[in-house]
């Protein structure tokens, strides 16, 4: 039992030393610049006017959220159509339930005006 755990705290010690070793590399040979405008906001040479907080119009969330939804759940429908027909006739059942559900959460997007852009 004790040796099963020694195999897990090898492989977190392992694990966070692939995780912290490139920042240590990258710590110590990356160049230092302590040049001023090394600080300002773009560095594309072109003096920046106001705040670089700018507010955007929540119809870009909204887009980009429910092209998010509908592209994760393309994730989901291609390996069940790569298997289906030797999966039966319940899978079949059980992915026109997830169709239908997504269907209807595309329906009440565009009646919410989602996917408007005007």
Same mark, same amino acid.
């Given at each position: 039992?004790?040796?099963?755990? %020694?195999?897990?705290?090898?492989?977190?010690?392992?694990?966070? %030393?692939?995780?912290?070793?490139?920042?240590?590399?990258?710590?110590?040979?990356?160049?230092?610049?302590?040049?001023?405008?090394?600080?300002?906001?773009?560095?594309? %040479?072109?003096?920046?006017?106001?705040?670089?907080?700018?507010?955007?119009?929540?119809?870009?969330?909204?887009?980009?959220?429910?092209? !998010?939804?509908?592209?994760?759940?393309?994730?989901?429908?291609?390996?069940?159509?790569?298997?289906?027909?030797?999966? %039966?006739?319940?899978?079949?059942?059980?992915?026109?339930?997830?169709?239908?559900?997504? !269907?209807?959460?595309?329906?009440?997007?565009?009646?919410?005006?989602?996917?408007?852009?005007?």
């Amino acid at each position: 039992m004790l040796l099963d755990w %020694g195999y897990v705290a090898i492989f977190v010690i392992v694990g966070a %030393g692939m995780v912290s070793l490139p920042f240590a590399i990258i710590a110590l040979l990356s160049p230092r610049s302590s040049f001023p405008h090394k600080l300002d906001t773009y560095e594309s %040479g072109v003096e920046p006017v106001g705040q670089a907080w700018s507010q955007f119009n929540v119809r870009y969330y909204m887009f980009s959220l429910i092209f !998010v939804v509908f592209d994760v759940e393309i994730i989901y429908l291609y390996p069940w159509a790569v298997v289906a027909r030797s999966l %039966g006739a319940s899978a079949f059942y059980s992915i026109l339930v997830f169709l239908a559900i997504l !269907v209807l959460g595309l329906a009440y997007a565009w009646r919410k005006g989602a996917l408007e852009w005007s």
